[in-house]
C-alpha cells in the first residue's frame, strides 16, 4: 500500500494568545492598540457611537448616505484631491453602519498609517456635505439599493426583518434602509446626523506593529476638535416569538432557485447563553458538517449551502437559517430544515458534533485572526460589548469546556421551531400551491 | 503630511522559502513563520478547466467536490469533520488554469493534514461511488443556479469567455460547465480524470507558517513519498492563439436585470508577463479606486456611471494572453449608447494622454497595499508559492511580482493600452434592461 493507513495524532500545542493591548487617552479619546509585530501592513478604525439605531422613522439609510457623502470633499480639500491623497497611500476608506455603531476603517503600510487616519478622521469630523452632493449621493444611493435589492435575498431579508420586529419599527426595518426611505433622506437629515453622532470623540483602534506606530499622534489624529459625553447604554428589546408559524411569500418570477430566510427573535449580545448558543447554532448549521448542511446539500442535494445562526446585537438578536434551494425542491427543503430545528431543540446535541464544534470555534479565533483588519475587527467586538481585554482567551476556554447539557439547554430555550418565520423568495406561480398544501403555516404574500 | 514615503521595495515575499522535490515528482515548498501558532497546507494540481474536452464542461470543478467526499481511508463526510473539528478552515477553487486545496490549521494538526490531502491525492477512486457523484452533481448545479443563473448579470463572465477565445480554445468555455455536460459526466469519466491528472509529479505542495522546513519535507515525503507519479499526463488541448483579437465583437442581453450595464473586454498578456504587470498597472490607473480615471471622469465628473459599479481589472491566467475587464453601469435616465461613449473615451485617453505620476504613484500604492494583505495570512502565502512553483517553475519568484509592478513605467502603460486596448480588438458585452425592448 502506498498510502499510511493510520491517521496520525495532534502535536503538541502551543498555548493560545491574543496580541498585547495597549491604551492611551488623548483629547477625550481612547486609542486600543494590538501589537502585531512584522507586520507590514496596519489597520486602523474609528468607531463612533453612531449606528443606524440613531435614525429618524422614515428616513432609515440616513446614516449609509452620510457614509457615502464623507468622501465627496472635506473642509480642506475637494473629492478629487481627497481620493489621490488617500490612494497615494496605498489606503482606501472603508465608512460603515451597523444597529450600533458607525466605523471607518483604513488600512496601509506601517510608515503610512498615520497619514491615513488623518485623512480618515478629516473626512469623518469635517465633511464639505455640500448639499448638492448629499443630494447626488442620495439619489445614487437609491439606485445602488435598487440594483441591490434585484438580486436574490434582500427583499427577503427585508420582509424577515419586518415580520420579526415590526414594520413600523426600526428594527424592523432594513439597516441601510430601503429605496422608498432613502430617497425621503434629506440634506438636513444627514447633516444633522452629521452633527449629533460623528463629532464625539469615540475609539480608535489600531492592529499593526506597536514597535513602530505611534498610539498619542494617531490619536491626537483621530480626536482633534471633537466633544461631548458617551452616551447611555439602552435596554433590550426582549424575545417575543409567534405563537404558529407563518410564510411569507416573496415573488420573484422566474426564479431557479428559493431563497428561504428563516428564523425567530432571539436574545441580545450580552446574554449569559452566548457561548452554549452559539455551540448549538453550530451544531445545528455552522460547521460544513453541521446538520442543516449534512442533510440539505450533502444528502438531499437540494442547494450549495445552507448556514444557520445567531445574530446579535447590543438590543436585540435573532435566529436565522439562509439557503437558495433549487425551486422543485423548495417544499421538501422547507420540511427538512425544520425538521432539523425542531430536533435539536427538543433533543440537543451529540458529544461527537459538539466535540467538533468546540474545536473549531477555538480553532478559529487562532486561524481567522492573522491579519491586522481580523484584529481590529476583534478589538470592535470588545468596545462595542463593553468585553474585558483577556475576553479571548476566556471564550476559548469556554467553548472547549463548556458541558453538553448546558449547550442543549440554550438550544432546548432558545431555539422555536414553532415560532419560525419562513420567508421564500421565489417564483410565486410555481411554488405557492405546495407551500399552502403543506400546512407549514399561513402563507402570506409580502408587502415589499 | 509628514510620514516618510515608502522605503524603495526589493522584494514581495521577505520570509524564507526553501524548496525539495520527491522521487516521484511532488515539488515541495515550506515557508516558516514563528509568529502565530497556525499553518497552511495548499496544493496546486495543474489542472483545470483548460484541460476538459467538448462535452466534459464543468468536469474540473466537480472533481475538485468529489475530493472532499472520502478517499481509501477517510470516511464520507470525515475530511470536513476532521479540519474543522480540529480548529481548521478549509476550501478548494477551480479555475481555467489550475485546482488549489486548502487548509489553515492550528500547527499541531500539521501532520493530519497533509496525511488528509496524501490519502485523497492517492486514493480517491477507491471511495468514488455513484451516489456521490449524483449527490455533488446536483450541488454544483445548484452553485451554477446560484452565482449564474439566478443573479442579474450574473452570466456575464460565461458570455465574455466565449467573446474573448474562439471554439475550441481552453478558455472559451466557463469553468463552472454547462448543465447538460454536467448531467452527463460518468463515474468512470472521474475516476479516469483523477488517475490522469492527480498524480504527485502534476502537483505542488505549499507548507507556510509554523512548521520548520526539515519538518514539512520529513512528513511529506512519510506521506505522500510512496505515491506513484504518473508516467504521461495529458497536456491541455493546443492553444495557438496570439493576442490581441484582430476583430471587434458584440453581444447584447436583454434581461431581468436593473440598470443597462456594459462589460468591455481585451485580451492582453499571460499573467506573468512584463506586458502583462504593465496591464495590472493600467488597470489601477483605470479603474481602481475614487481616484481612478474611470470613476474621477464618468462617476464623478460627467455623471453617467453609477459610482458603486464602475471599475476595471485583469483576471489573471496564465496559459494565454488574459483578459482586461472594464465595467459600468449607467446611472438613472443615462441611455447604454452615452455609457459606451463614455467609457471608450476614457480607456482610449490611455494611449492619447499619457499617465501622469501622480496617476502612477497612487495605482502602485494601491497595487503594494493589495500585495501585501494577500501575503497577510499564511493561507494567502502558501497560494502565493504555489502558483509561481507550478505556473513558472520557481516558488521563490513570487517575490518580484510587486517589485516589477512598481517599476513599470508610464510609457510602458501607454505602450500596453496601444498593444492591447485598441478598439478593433475589443469584446463588448452589453445588459439592458427587458422594460428597455419596446422603446428600442
Not at chain 1, 433622506?185 to 506606530?213: I, Q, S
Request: hydrophobic share 40%.
Amino acid at each position: 500500500m502506498t498510502l499510511i493507513a493510520t491517521r496520525p495524532d495532534a502535536g503538541d500545542a502551543r498555548p493560545y494568545t491574543f496580541p498585547d493591548l495597549q491604551r492611551v487617552t488623548v483629547d477625550g479619546g481612547t486609542v486600543i492598540g494590538a501589537h502585531l509585530p512584522g507586520q507590514l501592513l496596519a489597520s486602523a478604525m474609528l468607531l463612533l457611537d453612531a449606528g443606524a439605531a440613531h435614525e429618524t422613522s422614515g428616513r432609515e439609510g440616513t446614516a449609509t448616505v452620510l457614509a457615502k457623502s464623507l468622501e465627496e470633499g472635506t473642509a480642506e480639500r475637494d473629492s478629487a484631491a481627497y481620493a489621490i491623497a488617500l490612494e497615494s497611500l496605498g489606503a482606501e476608506l472603508s465608512p460603515g453602519v451597523d444597529w450600533d455603531t458607525f466605523r471607518a476603517g483604513v488600512s496601509a503600510p506601517v510608515p503610512q498609517l498615520l497619514d491615513a487616519v488623518r485623512l480618515a478622521a478629516e473626512a469623518v469630523r469635517t465633511p464639505r456635505l455640500d448639499p448638492d452632493d448629499v443630494n447626488r449621493v442620495r439619489d445614487d444611493e437609491v439606485t445602488a439599493l435598487r440594483m441591490d435589492w434585484a438580486q436574490p435575498g434582500p427583499r427577503a431579508d427585508a420582509a424577515l426583518r419586518a415580520d420579526l420586529f415590526g414594520a413600523a419599527e426600526r428594527f424592523g426595518r432594513p439597516m441601510h434602509g430601503d429605496p422608498a426611505s432613502v430617497s425621503e433622506v434629506t440634506v438636513e437629515d444627514v447633516v444633522a446626523f452629521h452633527r449629533a453622532w460623528l463629532r464625539r470623540p469615540g475609539v480608535l483602534l489600531v492592529a499593526g506593529d506597536l514597535d513602530t506606530l505611534d498610539l498619542e499622534a494617531l490619536g491626537a489624529a483621530a480626536f482633534a476638535g471633537t466633544g461631548g459625553e458617551p452616551l447611555a447604554a439602552e435596554a433590550p428589546l426582549g424575545v417575543p416569538v409567534r405563537a404558529e408559524r407563518r410564510i411569507i411569500l416573496v415573488d420573484r418570477p422566474g426564479s431557479v432557485q428559493s431563497t428561504l430566510r428563516i428564523g425567530h427573535r432571539a436574545p441580545e449580545r450580552a446574554t449569559p447563553d452566548y457561548v452554549q448558543m452559539t455551540l448549538a447554532a453550530t451544531v445545528l448549521g455552522g460547521a460544513f458538517t453541521s446538520r442543516l448542511n449534512h442533510l440539505i446539500r450533502e444528502v438531499k442535494g437540494y442547494t450549495y449551502g445552507i448556514r444557520g445562526s445567531y445574530a446579535m446585537s447590543r438590543r436585540f438578536g435573532r435566529f436565522e437559517v439562509a439557503a437558495g434551494v433549487q425551486t422543485a425542491v423548495t417544499v421538501p427543503a422547507i420540511i427538512d430544515t425544520i425538521g432539523e430545528i425542531a430536533r435539536t431543540q427538543e433533543f440537543g446535541v451529540s458529544e461527537d458534533e459538539l466535540a467538533v464544534a468546540r474545536s473549531w470555534r477555538a480553532g478559529q479565533l487562532s486561524v481567522e485572526m492573522q491579519t491586522p483588519g481580523s484584529i481590529v475587527g476583534a478589538l470592535s467586538t470588545l468596545v462595542v460589548h463593553g468585553l474585558p481585554d483577556d475576553y479571548y482567551p476566556t471564550l476559548r476556554a469556554e467553548y472547549l469546556e463548556t458541558p453538553l447539557a448546558d449547550v442543549s439547554a440554550a438550544a432546548a430555550e432558545h431555539l422555536q421551531p414553532h415560532g419560525l418565520t419562513l420567508v421564500v423568495e421565489g417564483d410565486a406561480a410555481i411554488i405557492r400551491d405546495e407551500l399552502v398544501a403543506a400546512k407549514i403555516g399561513e402563507v402570506v404574500d409580502a408587502q415589499i | 503630511m509628514t510620514s516618510p514615503s515608502a522605503p524603495a521595495v526589493e522584494t514581495g515575499y521577505p520570509w524564507p522559502i526553501e524548496t525539495t522535490r520527491l522521487a516521484n515528482g511532488l515539488q515541495v515548498v515550506a515557508s516558516e513563520d514563528r509568529t502565530a501558532p497556525v499553518v497552511c497546507v495548499n496544493l496546486w494540481y495543474d489542472v483545470g478547466s483548460r484541460h476538459e474536452p467538448a462535452g466534459q464542461t464543468g468536469f474540473a470543478h466537480l472533481f475538485e467536490h468529489l475530493m472532499f467526499e472520502g478517499s481509501a481511508h477517510v470516511a464520507k463526510t470525515e475530511h470536513m469533520r476532521l479540519v474543522q473539528g480540529n480548529g481548521g478552515s478549509l476550501n478548494a477553487t477551480t479555475n481555467p488554469d489550475r485546482t488549489n486545496y486548502f487548509e489553515t490549521m492550528p500547527a499541531e494538526h500539521l501532520e493530519l493534514a497533509l496525511w488528509l490531502e496524501a490519502d485523497r491525492m492517492g486514493g480517491l477512486v477507491p471511495a468514488l461511488t455513484q451516489e456521490t457523484l449524483d449527490n455533488q452533481r446536483e450541488v454544483v448545479k445548484n452553485e451554477r443556479r446560484q452565482r449564474y443563473d439566478n443573479v442579474p448579470y450574473g452570466d456575464a463572465w460565461l458570455r465574455l469567455l466565449a467573446l474573448l477565445y474562439p471554439v475550441g480554445h481552453p478558455y472559451h468555455h466557463a469553468t463552472i460547465g454547462s448543465m447538460e455536460d454536467l448531467n452527463a459526466a460518468s463515474l468512470d469519466t472521474f475516476k479516469a480524470f483523477h488517475q490522469q491528472y492527480y498524480a504527485p509529479n502534476n502537483a505542488v505542495l505549499t507548507v507556510a507558517g509554523d512548521a520548520s522546513p526539515a519538518d514539512v519535507f520529513a512528513l511529506a515525503e512519510k506521506y505522500f513519498g510512496l505515491l506513484e507519479p504518473v508516467a504521461s499526463i495529458p497536456p491541455a488541448p493546443a492553444n495557438h492563439l496570439t493576442a490581441p483579437a484582430a476583430t471587434p465583437a458584440r453581444e447584447t442581453v436583454t434581461a431581468a436585470v436593473p440598470a443597462p450595464r456594459l462589460y468591455l473586454a481585451h485580451r492582453t498578456h499571460p499573467f506573468g508577463t512584463a506586458g502583462y504587470d504593465a496591464i495590472t498597472v493600467l488597470a489601477a490607473v483605470l479603474g481602481n479606486g475614487r481616484g481612478s480615471r474611470l470613476y474621477q471622469r464618468l462617476a464623478d465628473g460627467a455623471r453617467i456611471a453609477q459610482p458603486d459599479y464602475i471599475g476595471s481589472y485583469g483576471v489573471d491566467l496564465a496559459h494565454a494572453p488574459a483578459p482586461l475587464i472594464i465595467t459600468a453601469t449607467a446611472k438613472d435616465g443615462v441611455s447604454v449608447e452615452t455609457l459606451e461613449e463614455g467609457l471608450s473615451e476614457v480607456v482610449g485617453s490611455l494611449v492619447t494622454e499619457p499617465v501622469t505620476p501622480e496617476e502612477l504613484s497612487r495605482a502602485k500604492a494601491l497595487l503594494t497595499t493589495a500585495w501585501w494583505r494577500q501575503v497577510s495570512t499564511v493561507g494567502g502565502r502558501a497560494d502565493t508559492l504555489s502558483r509561481y512553483a507550478t505556473q513558472f517553475g520557481d516558488p521563490g519568484s513570487a517575490a518580484y511580482r510587486l517589485p516589477q509592478w512598481l517599476a513599470v513605467t508610464a510609457d510602458d502603460v501607454t505602450e500596453a493600452a496601444a498593444y492591447a486596448l485598441r478598439p478593433e480588438s475589443r469584446v463588448t458585452l452589453t445588459y439592458l434592461p427587458e422594460s428597455n425592448e419596446e422603446a428600442a
